[in-house]
């Protein structure tokens, strides 16, 4: 079984982020990435895979700022090979979750992979968009909210796929597929310095270079704002101060 695993790095959040001029995108020439969180929850158990059944373990990723970081650590933790597509740094960042499927699926398709496993959520993408439009580009069953893929044989797949409330089922199939992966079925492995250093000088790195001219579609970029701040809460110890101040506020407002 040959599995692929779509890798993403995201802004920081941690470390505070700026707006470009128009307002349309994070600035990104002075913003911190890291890797998507669910996209190393994919590779993880996509990891997971290969040791019980001896399947090949493949990290994609388009050009960006820190790609090869990215892709070299998924070499480190166990991935075979990893693969980095280039359009062009500034072309990728500026591609939708729907242009960017269809982009990868246009090299995915050439391809031989079983899965292709991508993490069901971003910070620019809480909806788990990519997974769909992937699996619709590839014209591919998608299960997202994955949790654990298991392979009894090689012509069958179960997914535990979660649900709201606590709820989740297994899904059993055969043919080839497009999973968002929610979580690893067990934590994600630890990287140790060696092993990373190992994975830098590594030769099983290949860079592709990929075009958008068959692109159908980039959704334009929307205008982005920071919330707007509001006045501090106010915390009154006095039951009968906090009450008066209260119903001060509902008249002030008109709602009494």
Known sequence: MKIAVLMRLVPDL??????NDDGTDVDREWTDTQANETDEQALEEALVVKEATGATVTAVALSDEGVERLLRSALAKGADDVVELDLGIEQAQALSSAATAQVVADWLSDQQFDVILVGNQK????FGGLAAHLSAALELPVIAGATQVNVPDTSRLRILQEYGGGNSAWIEFSGKAVIGVQAASRPIRYISGSKLREAMASPSYQKVTVSNDRLRTNIPGLKLEFPQSVEGIELIADPAEAAA??????EERNYI
Request: net charge negative; no cysteine; charged share 30%.
């Open 245 to 250: 101040r209260l119903m001060a506020i509902l």
């Open 14 to 19: 941690s470390e505070g982020v700026d707006l």
């Open 123 to 126: 910070v620019d993408d809480p």
